[in-house]
């Protein structure tokens, strides 16, 4: 499963959860991104480092443009459905895709935003396994 690359990124690592969710998924997809590549999503953390959109939802959505984007999103069928229903199914859950909505549920100074980069991952597993059926 994605989530079990997490705590080799997140806590070993000290990557944000942007960061911690690209690196698991490039190892787990074989996404062929080298480590200067991965540095593209380190302002998404923190929602953009501002309570935007969050960070382990834009990283999920890097990754499915990785899978799904052969040169151009407008020319890929498969990129927009595919995002919109990992926004859809984030939305589901926390009511919200913004860090500053989501934080509130699962963020604990202990673990930090853990919960919510390991629901990421569940629901970027699912939305790819519903799209590849």
Known sequence: MLKDLLGKYYFEGNYNCAESILRAGNE?????????????VAAYGAGIQSGNTCGAVLAGAAILSMKYVEAKAHESADIRPVVVNL????????????????????????????????AACDILEEVIAEYEE
């Open 87 to 118: 926004m859809r199914k984030f939305n589901q859950k926390y009511g919200s895709v913004l860090c500053k909505d989501i934080k509130p549920q699962s963020f604990k100074p202990e673990y930090r935003c853990q919960k919510t980069i390991e």
């Open 28 to 40: 787990y997809y074989n996404l062929g991104l080298h480590d200067r590549d991965m540095i593209m």
